[in-house]
């Protein structure tokens, strides 16, 4: 049975439940009949089985017994004298019948006699036969009443199996639209606002929501209105489900917890349905907190895509709006949703009165990276001499979940390497795999691993020696990943801003390899190992013609981010300009890279004589520290002693 879930196939106005109830108990129906017919076909097989096994046990038993002989031929034995004893059974029917002259371990001869055996008595008295009758056990009719027994037994096991299955199938298709929100009366989670660290200013507006939850009279008593939503907007891995967890640990109310994306399915209704039965929960059990994660999946922009958006999506988004702030208050339910695009919800959501509070969950910085490295620390066994803030100031850019990983990376490299406790080598070599993946084979000494020395030293000492970039980590031929050679950088301060000169500093870093390639074997023995580097170089010179207004264009924007997403893509950029500009941004940033270039390639040619040294180092040691690679220049007289002290 098919049904048309679409507005014009219900003519009588029946529910989408209805029809779902409907169709749900027709198809159960079927199985039903179905299961019905099994179950009665198994019960007459069966019982037919023990009706040919226990009906006739005396045939059954005669011809088991292959030590038989006919009536007649006894009959003939006991005229010729050859009988010695007969024993009559009464029960099975049977003579059994033993001969003259045979030894004690021959069985006796089997002999089917008839009800009325006086003839067969005469006979054997008048020729001097031992004649005795005998009763023996009938086992046969407990047998047959214990596969009775048996029968039943497994007829009534199937029956209830087929009606709680029965049960279960109405009940699933009465709750299809009922919400699937994880309830806790208290949420237990064992994580307070002290596992939480690097969020300072987030943790600080989430305590007056605790605060709101436990003490509310304290703000009502000045009318304050406790507020009906949060929004947690950070990139992934910040801590936004972390700090919805340790809110509901402090809190210590009813907690509610679910995604968006089990509010959409694909019949039109289910949705709302599922939302307007979370809310009635949440009523029942207020004061409560109800966190909704990757909101964004429920919450889109309304009219957006293909045919103008998704039916059933905006209907539940519609549901969502109405019960957070329609005419019908919900006092004393508190939402906490998470998102890492806020850009594309609808506006409606993120007004006053529905989610009243937007809490920004960004990277942290250094002083928050040594927070969360401490929190996760608590269970680690780590060396006296490892210091956490060294290893903060190398991993700008990580988050809290980055951070967490680091560690355990570092603890399975100790264990797997058998040490009592995780030193600096350990969580080195972690942050090396986190960001650049597993260590490879090291290459042999060939021609090779002697031109990706050059490259590799080519970032470096371009790197070093333009002013503005940031300082060299360090520089190995170790591969990582893709990477047959690698060439660190450690932001020595936090950089919210970038300058120009900065830009342009790497710009001219990562032209260093090819720089180096062409300096020193030429321009026909270039590689392709600078491709990565040469699509980062393109854009970071684009961006700053068409976006940071840092070229002879002018301070324009030429080209803006599309918001409007579809399929999870942000559609690329959107540009408003003419063919002709369009030329003079292509020559703008071809003149950016090729000033950045002939720089790179000055800064080679310049110092040749010290880039070879450098190279036989990094071929004998496969690893130039950045503190050693610096000292190296600075006795070359090309860095002043004041860059040895700049990490």
Known sequence: ????????????????????????????????????????????????????????????????????????????????????????????????????????????????????????????????????????????????????????????????????????????????????????????????????????????????????????????????????????????????????????GEAGVPFFSISGSEFVEMFVGVGASRVRDLFRKAKENAPCLVFIDEIDAVGRQRGSGYGGGNDEREQTLNQLLTEMDGFEGNTGIIIIAATNRPDVLDSALLRPGRFDRQVMVDYPDCQGRLGILEVHARNKKIAADISLEAVARRTPGFTGADLANLLN??????????????????????????????????????????????????????????????????VTLIP???????????????????????????????????????????????????GNDLEKVTSMARQMVTKFGMSDLGPIALEQENNYGFLGSNGGDRSDYSEAVAINIDLQVRSIVANCYDRAKNIIRDNRAIVDRLVDILIDLETIEGDRFRKILVESNQLSKDSLAVS
Request: positive net charge.
């Open 480 to 530: 990582r990943g893709q990477a047959k050679g690698i060439t660190w950088y450690t932001p020595d301060e936090e950089q919210g801003l970038i300058t120009r000169s900065q830009i342009l500093a790497r710009i001219s870093s990562t032209l260093g390899g090819r720089a180096a390639e062409e300096v020193v074997f030429g321009d026909a023995e270039i590689t392709t190992g600078a």
């Open 1 to 248: 049975m098919k049904i048309n879930l679409g507005r014009k196939a219900l003519p009588n106005k029946l529910t989408l439940q209805a029809a779902l109830k409907r169709d749900r108990l027709d198809r159960g129906g079927k199985r039903n009949k179905t299961r019905m017919s099994y179950l009665l076909h198994t019960l007459i097989a069966l019982t037919v089985a023990q009706s040919i096994a226990f009906a006739q046990p005396i045939r059954a038993n005669e011809t088991k017994n292959t030590n038989t002989i006919s009536y007649s031929q006894l009959i003939k034995d006991i005229e010729a004298g050859k009988v010695e004893k007969i024993e009559i059974d009464r029960t099975t029917q049977t003579a059994r019948v033993t001969f003259k002259g045979e030894p004690k371990n021959v069985l006796p001869k089997q002999v089917v006699v008839f009800a009325d055996n006086e003839p067969l008595r005469n006979k054997s008295i008048k020729n001097g036969v031992d004649y005795t009758v005998k009763d023996s056990v009938d086992r046969s009719t407990v047998l047959g009443l214990t596969v009775q027994l048996f029968f039943i037994l497994f007829l009534m096991t199937g029956f209830v199996i087929f009606l709680r299955r029965s049960a279960n199938a109405s009940g699933q298709a009465m709750n299809f639209g009922k919400t699937r929100a994880r309830f806790q009366m208290e949420a237990k989670t064992g994580i307070s606002f002290s596992d939480v660290a690097g969020i300072q200013e987030a943790k600080e507006e989430l305590q007056e929501v605790v605060t709101f939850l436990k003490q509310p009279e304290k703000f009502t008593a000045i009318g304050a209105k406790i507020p009906k939503g949060v929004l947690l907007v950070g990139p992934p891995g910040t801590g936004k489900t972390l700090l919805a967890k340790a809110i509901a």
């Open 409 to 474: 990376e570092a603890a399975i490299l100790t264990a797997r390497r058998r040490k009592e406790a995780m030193t600096m080598v350990e969580i080195n070599d972690a942050i090396d795999r986190v960001i650049a993946g597993m260590e490879g084979t090291p290459l042999l000494d060939s021609k090779a691993k002697r031109l990706i020395a050059y490259h590799e030293i080519g970032h470096a000492i371009v790197a070093s020696l333009t002013p503005g970039h940031d300082p060299l980590e360090k």
